[in-house]
């Protein structure tokens, strides 16, 4: 917000809602139902008609026959709410009653999907909700299709919040999650002329039937304005500050079921709201277009997610979402969760906020200061509490995508924050200076505040002082972060530091994608899988069985053709269903290398269009694509440009029909994802090793039996180690290798010079065949690899054609492939986000 913008005006009280009925009882009676919910009785198809039409008639206020797919679609959704909600009233009541340790899992990003399928699946309504549809003539699911998923999130970190509270629920585990509920998701991705372009992604329009608002829960949250200091009575120092805008923070409670254990945990998203006074502002204002903007100005707060997922802009409404769902979440869980008279100094008993990312580490400003500020801690007893109450989780390796803050900006928006960080910088300095005497370029090193280019706050490095413990999110990516990225914390605190290898939830990536698969692991080895993956060992034998491997193989095509049919329809592609699926599906980013991948489809049907391999030698392959841009990443923009050219030319070339194709269908999502992913036989996790933090994709992809092509990076080191080397396609440069090469001096255009192979595909390439003889078209991506290719691609081209030879081979021997395949199944049970829910209760949280 620049200085002459109008801002929201400041209320005179702390509470926003002096003028709301506060919670609690109304009234005292004895009605027997006052303090449990009204029992539902068990569900029937008969009872689940009624309940649907009750809501049609009643909810929606229509008639079945004159009725929408919308209509209807809201009816179904709140039938089954209506299912959980006995349940969700009994957790909560649980919850209070017990008064055991929560996770406030803080994450700015919750992607998480479709909610109907997966209500449907935690509750065991599946079958009757279908029967029960049919009984009114409706397909259920036309219905599903309907429901736009909430896109909160950019990727892996967002999408791997959601797998933790999901896991959180089943394990019947105290958790809220606490997070933004952005007016819009993640942008809808289009093409236009084979590019990239964004639409807003207004999620909300059709109503949001799975959010309840509790306005008597709102909290207002300050920003701006100036800090004073004084001297009370007793000679303790005090420090005031008096903001100069506010706004407020409207609680959205979303239900998180466990699966079938009667368990519904809360995830509670804010929206930002302009304050009453602002209202009355607008009331007697002259200028009402002003006082217009201020409201404006103070809803924009959670207007939309940012879309970029590795650059940080520094731009200051990402400050305020920051700090805003922060404020609202330390206040709600301390001031209106928490018994009024509850002893604050037991706080690290009631809560761990696992801090996912940086972008949540305002808090730790937050809660030194509602301590020291409002609660009247001493200094010294609150930093104690506040350094057992958080743990911080690293996502990245890449030092552009860690946050900084300026101290200017900082300082404008929440100046009393900035203060205590100087004072937490302070101390840990003096605590360094002390372990390590005259070692003032260690201090200006570790120092939470950088100086150049201009003064500004390393939030990882104030995450890293504050929390008990510091976790990576695969074996590799730890060891990394303790030696590449904080290297002198850790040796300051070897014991600060440790790993969680991430997992992702099994109910939505197994048992709901992929229907049939699940069926017959069900049938195999009982159904214990769901909630206890490690099962999955026992089809292990199975893998050695002709008629298993069948009904497998018959499983995998049967996805396919559900996958063909539905790009068809979706994106108009005409896809062969029997060709290996090769699958590459993630945010395009240049480290995670999809150039690398159009670099083998291109030498591939170099290979055919240049007589030098008869096209009936090539295994027929369908790749594909799912990744979406940084609207501002231009490079990126530019690769998603090629590959649509390149599929547009290689799908019309009679050359290589039924051999090659290649489809990006847009807008990958969560809801694409598991249509994707139980059809690939081929998972390509192909980034720069030492780059991707874990992945979580990867984890999908074993699960469902796809084989995976990799590099030693991320959680591919541990799925090649679980699953066996001869049933994972690995290449490339090592983490090691990558350094040296780096230090030896990398010079692509050598690498270009070297290779014939090489040199023929991307001489192809630039050549402007794929885009209609524009050279220029493609000159972005080419003078890119060839000058600079910062994530080394070329370097590992040759190992990559190799390894993707060897794939082929394999392929060629169906019952190999299938032996293969099963044993990723079997032996992927470790990436169950039940597990990584294991390990941090374990290692981090003791709760
Ligand atoms: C970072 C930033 C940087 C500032 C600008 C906005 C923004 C938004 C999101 C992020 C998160 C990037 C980090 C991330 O998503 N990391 C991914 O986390 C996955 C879950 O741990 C992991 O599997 C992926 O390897 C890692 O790239």
Redesign the pocket.
């Known amino acids: 917000m620049t200085d002459t913008a109008p801002r929201p005006a400041v209320m005179s009280d702390e509470s926003p809602t002096t003028d709301v009925r506060r919670i609690g009882p109304a009234f005292r009676t004895s009605h027997p139902l006052a303090s449990g919910p009204v029992v539902q009785p068990a569900p029937t198809v008969d009872g689940f008609v009624e309940t649907f039409l009750g809501e049609l008639n009643y909810g929606q206020g229509t008639l079945l026959s004159q009725s929408t797919v919308n209509d209807q679609y809201l009816a179904l959704a709140r039938t089954v709410r209506r299912y959980l909600m006995a349940d969700w009233l009994e957790t909560g009541t649980r919850r209070r009653q017990t008064q055991q340790k929560t996770v406030g899992y803080l994450s700015?990003?919750y992607l998480l999907g479709r909610q109907l399928g997966n209500n449907l699946l935690a509750t065991n309504l599946q079958d009757i909700a279908q029967v029960a549809m049919e009984r009114c003539g409706i397909d259920i699911a036309t219905l599903r299709a309907q429901e736009v998923e909430p896109g909160l999130g950019?990727?892996?970190?967002?999408?791997?919040a959601a797998c933790f509270v999901d896991s959180l629920a089943t394990m019947d585990v105290p958790c809220i999650g606490y997070g933004i509920r952005y007016e819009y998701g993640i942008f809808r991705q289009t093409f236009e002329a084979d590019r990239q372009v964004e639409v807003p992604d207004s999620w909300l329009s059709l109503g949001n039937p799975w959010e309840f608002p509790h306005p008597e829960r709102q909290v207002l949250v300050s920003f701006g304005g100036s800090t004073e200091t004084t001297t009370d009575a007793d000679g303790r120092e005090r420090c005031t500050w008096t903001p100069d805008w506010q706004v407020i923070g409207m609680p959205y409670h979303y239900m998180v079921p466990g699966h079938r254990n009667g368990v519904v945990n809360t995830l509670r998203l804010w929206s930002a709201r302009a304050t009453q006074a602002f209202d009355l502002q607008i009331f007697n204002s002259g200028d009402y277009a002003q006082a217009v903007r201020a409201q404006t100005t103070a809803e924009n707060i959670s207007k939309v997610l940012?879309p970029?997922?590795?650059?940080?802009?520094g731009k200051e409404l990402?400050l305020q979402q920051q700090y805003f769902f922060v404020a609202c979440s330390l206040h709600d869980f301390i001031d209106n969760t928490l018994p009024a008279d509850f002893d604050l100094r037991r706080l690290h008993q009631r809560i761990i906020f696992q801090l996912n990312?940086?972008?949540p580490v305002i808090a730790i400003p937050e809660l030194m200061r509602i301590l020291v500020d409002r609660k009247g801690f001493a200094w010294d007893e609150a930093w104690e509490i506040t350094q057992k109450c958080f743990a911080y989780?690293c996502?990245?390796l890449l030092p552009e995508?860690?946050?900084v803050w300026s101290a200017e900006l900082l300082g404008r928006l929440l100046p009393r924050h900035l203060e205590i960080i100087y004072r937490i910088n302070e101390e840990f300095l003096e605590e360094v200076r002390e372990a390590h005497p005259g070692d003032e370029m260690l201090v200006r090193r570790m120092s939470i505040i950088a100086e150049h280019p201009e003064r500004a706050v390393r939030m990882a490095y104030l995450a890293t002082v504050a929390a008990s413990k510091v976790n990576g999110?695969?074996e590799l990516?730890s060891q990394l972060l303790r030696d590449k990225v904080l290297p002198d914390f850790s040796r300051l605190w070897p014991e600060k530091f440790t790993n969680v290898t991430?997992g992702v939830t099994p109910r939505r990536f197994v048992r709901l994608a992929n229907r049939r698969l699940s069926d017959l692991l069900t049938e195999t080895i009982g159904d214990g899988w769901v909630t206890d993956l490690d099962r999955l060992r026992e089809l292990e034998p199975y893998a050695d069985d002709a008629g298993f491997r069948e009904q497998f193989r018959a499983v995998k095509q049967a996805n396919k053709e559900r996958l063909t049919t539905l790009l068809r329809v979706r994106d108009g592609l005409e896809l062969p269903p029997e060709a290996m699926l090769d699958v590459m599906v993630k945010?395009l980013h240049e480290y995670k290398r999809q150039t690398l991948k159009l670099l083998h489809i291109v030498s591939l049907y170099d290979d055919v269009v240049s007589g030098r391999v008869p096209a009936e030698q090539v295994t027929p392959r369908t790749f594909v694509f799912g990744a979406k841009a940084a609207p501002g990443y231009h490079l990126a923009k530019e690769i998603i440009f090629l590959i649509n050219a390149v599929a547009d030319v290689v799908n019309a070339d009679p050359a290589v029909a039924g051999r090659l194709s290649v489809a990006f269908p847009a807008n990958y999502n969560v809801t694409l994802a598991e249509k994707l992913i139980p059809a690939a036989d081929l998972s390509e996790q192909i980034s720069l090793a030492g780059k991707?933090?874990?992945?979580?994709g990867n984890m999908k992809f074993a699960l469902n039996g796809a084989l995976t092509i990799g590099t030693d990076d991320?959680?591919n080191v541990e799925i090649r180690r679980l699953v066996g080397d001869e049933h994972f396609f690995l290449f490339g440069m090592t983490e090691p290798e990558v350094e040296e090469l780096t230090a030896r001096g990398y010079t692509p255009s050598a690498v270009y010079e070297s290779d014939p192979q090489l040199r023929s595909t991307i001489d192809l390439l630039a050549s402007g065949h794929f885009t209609g003889g524009d050279r220029q078209a493609v000159a972005p991506v080419v003078d890119n690899l060839l000058h600079q290719d910062s994530f080394m691609v070329l370097a590992d081209f040759r190992a990559y054609l190799d390894a993707q030879a060897r794939v082929d081979a394999a392929y060629a021997d169906p019952d190999a492939w299938s032996r293969s395949a099963i044993l990723n199944v079997a032996r992927s049970g470790y990436f169950s986000s039940d597990r990584s829910m294991r390990d941090y209760l374990e290692r981090i949280w003791h709760a």
């Open positions: 700015a990003e950019n990727g892996g970190l967002g999408r791997l940012y970029e997922d590795s650059t940080p802009q990402r990312d940086t972008h989780t996502h990245t995508a860690l946050e999110v695969a990516h991430n945010r991707e933090a874990s992945g979580t991320g959680a």
